[in-house]
């Protein structure tokens, strides 16, 4: 339950880093995220489909956004009976008082072009339901999925609601802006879960969610 960032982008690097170094073999991903950084969303995808060990991605909240991406990196792909999926375009966001000249402005555009087309490129390679072209119209009109849906479309393969296999060796990724949580030491390294996740202070730290 974090949003793609800087901060959890890089943690999930290093950590996925360290579980194939101990020789993992399979990674649970669960996701339950409002989206964020393009970019990093965008090179979390390419890093995970590129790396020697099975991805399995589970939407256990909202998978928004860019983190609709970031699930499609799973070669097998779950959600919980009350999940979601938000598919919508890529924006630009000025800051403060920022002024661009036409040059600028056109190479903004143009990349901001490029973003959306290869989010939609990643979404139709993964269903294989529907052309890029497809996708980008969805995005357009800001598609909404429940698990069902979803499954139609073909971002997911099954629906279930165990989430945590049996001896994962489980790591933890919360928001930059919480306190750092530790690896927690399992029992076995052939499979790990991975899970991002956010609390307040008004909770109880040994639930995870």
Do not use: W
């Not at 698990?147 to 479309?153: K, L, Q, S, V």
């Amino acid at each position: 339950m974090a949003p793609v960032v800087p901060e959890t982008a890089n943690r999930l690097f290093q950590i996925i880093d360290s579980k194939i170094q101990q020789g993992c073999k399979v990674i649970h991903l669960l996701i339950s995220s409002q989206g964020g950084s393009v970019f990093h969303g965008l090179s979390l995808y390419n890093y995970l489909k590129g790396i020697p060990v099975e991805i399995r991605t589970y939407n256990f909240g909202s998978a928004d956004s860019i983190g609709v991406v970031l699930y499609c990196a799973g070669s097998k792909r779950y959600s919980v009976p009350h999940a979601r999926f938000l598919m919508h375009g890529v924006k630009y966001n000025f800051q403060g008082q920022m002024s661009l000249d036409e040059k600028q402005l056109e190479e903004n555009l143009k990349s901001l072009k490029i973003d959306q087309y290869n989010i939609s490129k990643v979404i139709a390679d993964t269903i294989k339901t529907k052309s890029t072209e497809q996708v980008e119209v969805d995005m357009n009109l800001r598609t909404t999925l429940n698990p069902e849906e979803a499954i139609i479309y073909g971002l997911v393969h099954e629906i279930k609601s165990e989430l945590i296999p049996a001896n994962a060796d489980l790591s933890i990724i919360s928001e930059p802006i919480q306190q750092n949580i530790q690896p927690i030491p399992g029992m076995f390294r052939a499979e790990t879960l991975i899970t991002s996740y956010s609390f307040s202070r008004h909770i109880d730290h040994n639930i995870l969610i």
